[in-house]
């Protein structure tokens, strides 16, 4: 009886093993996220891509009419301030030039001609008075009253000729400097250190006063415009630093401050409220170009030196699934600082501890128990 029942006892054990054996759930194959120590950032981001846009412009306009002759850089050229743009017709300034010049020989003749007169009235007046002095009271009066007057008033109407001929050579000499600041007008030239965007003329065509030919912008330093939704804008600040990317350089982050706040709220037609942040980027390789849409990331806050993990590996904002002996189990933790990408763990968990990276996860029932054969995340780059 002892042995038949012996016997029972091992054909069971044996048949509860080969279930287990043969039926038993297969190790599931799951990314998971190592916890880790570093610094995690609050971020705000825009509600949708903003727009490079130039700091400093100028559409620049010639300051008088006339016909191009020569244009010095084209469109993409990198020009430094004072450096011609272009040139326009100067035969008539320098026919003018001559005039002037000309001029203010004749005025400065005559301007020398008139001190002459009037030192020697004034030498002749001083030989007079000195006579008078000298036989003044006596009966034989070499120089008479009368005479003495008369060497005055010649003096004074030489020194007014001095002043009436140094008048005429200031006069000469403004009309000389006017067509010189015409002539420096017949080159436009750039007010900063830009580059040429625009250029709206040839050589040949005929250009007015006050309309703009040439558009200039400094793009080594840009300004992104990005619309920030309105909840956000109390953790906003001025100089917060700002993180941008761009389709265009894939990998590649450009750093930038906030520098402008909108004040005002705008509603969209979905009914979104957002407001307007002007961020400051250098762009000393001028890889961003104005109109190039940019992603931009708003640093608020941070933390260092603290235990973080992925983001996606949270579900329901305090739970984890952490791999332990092998196998997945729910972890209530308790968290801190947050952005997209990483979350601070401030308690239960340790650094080091794998988690499941929850993204591709339905229901966390679903792996609860299971054996995982983890595959470990690359760490988010801080």
Not at 257 to 264: F, K, L, R
């Amino acid at each position: 009886m002892l042995k038949t029942l012996a016997l029972l006892v091992v054909i069971v054990a044996l048949a509860v093993g080969a279930k287990l054996y043969f039926f038993r759930q297969k190790p599931i194959q799951l990314e998971v996220c190592a916890v880790r120590r570093g610094n995690v950032q609050a971020t705000v981001s825009g509600t949708s891509a903003g727009t490079v846009r130039a700091i400093k412009e100028a559409k620049v306009a010639p300051e008088m009419s006339g016909v191009v002759t020569t244009i010095h850089h084209r469109e993409g050229s990198r020009v430094r301030r004072g450096d011609k743009l272009l040139e326009l017709d100067r035969k008539d300034l320098f026919a003018q030039y001559v005039v002037a010049c000309a001029n203010l020989g004749v005025a400065r003749s005559q301007l020398a001609q008139a001190r002459l007169k009037e030192d020697w009235f004034r030498t002749e007046r001083d030989r007079l008075r000195a006579l008078y002095q000298a036989s003044r009271g006596k009966e034989n009066q070499i120089v008479s009253t009368q005479a003495l007057d008369k060497a005055g008033m010649d003096l004074s109407v030489a020194e007014v000729d001095v002043q009436t001929a140094q008048a005429a050579e200031n006069q000469r000499m403004a009309e000389r400097q006017v067509v010189l600041v015409n002539l420096a007008k017949s080159f436009l030239r750039a007010p900063f250190d830009g580059v040429i965007t625009r250029l709206t003329v040839e050589e040949g065509d005929a250009v007015a006063i006050g309309r703009w030919c040439i558009e200039l912008m400094d793009l080594s330093k840009v300004r992104v415009h990005v619309p920030v939704d309105e909840v956000d804008l109390g953790q906003i600040r001025l100089g917060n630093t700002v993180r941008v990317t761009s389709d265009a350089w894939p990998g590649r982050v450009f750093q930038g401050a906030v520098t402008e706040i909108s004040p005002i709220i705008t509603t969209t037609l979905e009914k979104n409220r957002t407001a307007d942040l002007k961020v400051d980027v250098e762009n000393t390789e001028q890889a961003l170009c104005v109109g190039m849409s940019a992603d931009v990331v708003v640093v608020t806050n941070q933390t260092e030196g603290v235990l973080y993990v992925q983001t996606k590996c949270v579900r329901g904002g305090d739970t984890v699934m952490r791999v332990e002996g092998g196998v997945a189990r729910a972890t209530k933790v308790k968290l801190g600082m947050s952005n997209w990408e990483t979350v601070e763990v401030r308690d239960g968990l340790v650094e080091g501890d794998l988690v499941v990276d929850l993204l591709h996860v339905e229901e966390k029932g679903e792996i609860e128990g299971r054996e995982v054969r983890p595959t470990v995340a690359e760490p988010v780059q801080q």
